[in-house]
């Protein structure tokens, strides 16, 4: 017997364990071809109207694969549409030095959530969520950070940011137990889209079980007096970041049956959730994301654009752009960035985005902008 399977046979592994779920879900014959891939018989492809006529728009494009059936959001206890703007900003006080203290409180649990219709998955959160809360502070606050964990394994948070060893979160700084708690206190900086993610062993497994949340510090404008405009736009509260429409999105997907091989793949969890459920934006406001990869046992992720192109800040920690005028990104694991377009000058409709990876796609990674005028 052969000790390693083809990649072919592990392709179709993961397609067929996908469109197991959908029947389960609800879902036809037809659901378990389009998760094997839109071919007929004879190997040509499908036209994508041969789904069905009735089909709405931004459900039968890449040919209708798509999930079947709807996950409930109500029992995983969290919204995919509401994800993209949940700014976790925590409490605030004030230091005796009169600096401002920001302080969160997360904790961790074991917690099974439904990732794509009828496919449940055991998962390790931070605050009952997957991804965890997005936390997001000001450049030069004292953060503090009240871990707590309840799950079944010690577990840790491990910040992308500049802080000391003993608050780094990975095992030589200490492991919480269960039922223990730690307290991670270090300054806000840099400025930047960053990460939190567990540092216990074994990594992959503690980080893909959904172990991971986005870290965002807006820059401080008076640090920046030379880019002081954008970076009050960044700045949450401000006039200026009022006029942006902002989303965080965090790619992610799912080892279903821990392989070291992902089955499902999503932004933000839920897998084709944008699809379904179009992002709503007004064509005469611009569009910042913050984007961050958390995808385990794949090396490369990547963001792509339908009709337009956006500039990039490869780790959010510059105010001018490291790419200008581009449709597609590329992002290694833990790597992450901001995204900023306009949809001014097209005409209001749906436009897609997902990675250039067609498989990620086609097991769940990808979602539409319902661009509209503005509501007068």
Not at 33 to 57: K, L, V
Not at 113 to 126: L, S, V
Not at 251 to 262: G, L, S
Request: with cysteine.
């Amino acid at each position: 017997m052969r000790e390693t399977k083809s990649l072919l046979e592990r392709k179709l592994d993961r397609r067929l364990l996908l469109a197991g779920g959908l029947m389960a879900a609800g879902g036809t014959a037809v659901a378990a071809s389009a998760a094997r891939g839109q071919t007929s018989h004879a190997g040509h492809e499908m036209p994508a109207a041969a789904a069905t006529e009735a089909q709405p728009a931004h459900l039968s494009a890449h040919g209708s694969m798509i999930t079947v059936g709807d996950v409930d959001d109500a029992r995983n206890g969290f919204d995919p549409s509401k994800l993209l703007s949940d700014w976790y900003t925590g409490t605030v006080s004030t230091l005796p030095d009169g600096r401002t203290l920001r302080t969160f409180e997360v904790t961790a649990e074991d917690k099974e959530i439904e990732i794509a219709p009828g496919i449940m998955f055991p998962a390790w959160t931070y605050n009952g969520r997957v991804p965890g809360p997005t936390l997001r502070a000001t450049e030069g606050e004292r953060l503090r950070i009240v871990f707590r964990n309840q799950g079944s394994h010690p577990h840790s948070m491990h910040f992308h940011g500049i802080h000391a060893a003993r608050m780094d979160g990975v095992p030589g700084a200490g492991l919480i137990g269960p039922g223990e708690e730690f307290v991670y206190e270090f300054d806000a900086r840099p400025f930047g889209c960053h990460l939190y993610h567990c540092h216990a062993l074994p990594l992959k497994r503690h980080i893909q079980k959904g172990m991971y949340g986005a870290f965002v510090i807006d820059p401080d404008p008076a640090r920046h007096p030379e880019h002081e405009a954008v970076a009050r736009s960044r700045l949450l509260g401000t006039p200026e970041n009022a006029g942006w429409q902002e989303f965080v999105m965090v790619m992610n997907a799912f080892d279903t049956n821990f392989d070291n091989e992902n089955e499902v793949y999503a932004v933000n969890t839920v897998a084709h959730a944008y699809a379904k459920k179009p992002i709503r934006v007004l064509k005469d406001k611009p569009v910042r994301i913050y984007l961050v990869n958390v995808v385990e046992f794949d090396p490369i992720n990547s963001f792509h654009l339908h009709a337009n192109f956006f500039d990039y800040y490869n780790q959010g920690t510059t105010l001018t752009p490291t790419l200008k005028t581009v449709d597609l990104i590329t992002q290694c694991q833990a790597e992450r960035g901001i995204l900023e377009f306009h949809f001014r000058e097209h005409e209001p409709g749906l436009y897609m985005f997902h990675p250039h990876q067609s498989e990620f796609t086609e097991l769940g990674w990808s979602g539409m902008f319902d661009v509209v005028e503005a509501v007068s």
